[in-house]
């Protein structure tokens, strides 16, 4: 079969020997553009855009945070991929959303309003694999790749069913909960990455509570690269933009050496 931009990308990368970091940042948010220009210029693979949502059950209270601080200064989907197209950097771009948002819109209609936007992927944690058919189908006909979620507690038959319909990577869930800054990377995050390695080719990224370039250097001893989120957004919000180019950057030095 033939891969999308950003499994392409990833594969490519892998094969040369060089693990993923996909920062995700919160659109919308005050300087949230310059931050991924400057998640990109240190080094990051991809950049997650983080779509907010009144009522985002997967965030903890970081992103939570910064969903609503974007919220309150009038974002909404329409102008974080109107401000998306502005971007310019040469990596891939992928949207973090719930389903509600999808629905709103109609699913071939904002699989189309990504890819005007330049966005290749997708990720909506919260659209079940057993309902997802109709968002994938859309998603595959515009050329955007659905990244699927696979969970610490999923049973090894499903797994299968999981990695067969991701496109772009498998988000490997590190534990059960939401986002957010842990003090040591769940045991879980190695024992599902190292699940998901063994019945798939698909790039496999661990997220949620890779915390510190510790923990994703740990995490990608067995991982092909890591999702990292509210330690990200949580340097936009107390740094700006140069706090995260320095955070992706000491992140990607520890992973790659």
């Not at 999808?102 to 057993?130: K, N, S, T, W, Y």
């Not at 990244?147 to 990695?163: G, I, K, N, Q, Y």
């Not at 869930?173 to 063994?198: F, S």
């Not at 107390?238 to 320095?246: L, P």
């Amino acid at each position: 079969m033939t891969f999308g931009a950003m499994e392409t990308d990833f594969r490519a990368k892998r094969a040369a020997g060089r693990k993923l970091l996909v920062p995700y940042i919160t659109g919308g948010l005050a300087g949230w553009q310059d931050a991924v220009r400057a998640a990109a210029a240190a080094g990051a693979d991809a950049i997650e855009i983080g779509i907010p949502f009144s009522d985002p059950v997967m965030d903890g209270p970081i992103i939570q945070q910064a969903s609503q601080a974007a919220l309150e200064s009038g974002a909404t989907p329409v102008s974080i991929l109107h401000d998306a197209r502005s971007l310019d950097v040469s990596i891939p771009l992928a949207v973090m959303t719930y389903y509600n948002t999808v629905h709103h819109a109609g699913h071939a209609r904002f699989a189309a309003q990504l890819a005007d936007a330049g966005i290749v992927a997708a990720i909506v944690p919260d659209l079940p694999l057993e309902e997802a058919g109709p968002w994938c189908e859309a998603a595959d006909a515009a050329g955007i790749e659905t990244v699927m979620l696979a969970a610490p507690t999923a049973p090894d038959e499903r797994l299968p069913r999981v990695v067969a319909r991701a496109r772009g990577f498998v988000y490997s869930v590190g534990l059960l909960g939401v986002t957010g800054e842990r003090d040591v990377l769940a045991h879980t995050a190695a024992a599902l990455a190292r699940r998901l390695k063994a019945i798939t080719d698909v790039p496999v990224l661990v997220g949620v509570g890779v915390s510190n370039a510790a923990q994703a250097r740990e995490a990608c001893e067995v991982a092909d690269g890591v999702v990292m989120g509210a330690s990200v957004v949580r340097r936009l919000l107390e740094g700006g933009a140069d706090a995260v180019g320095e955070f992706v950057g000491d992140v990607r030095h520890a992973i790659e050496h």
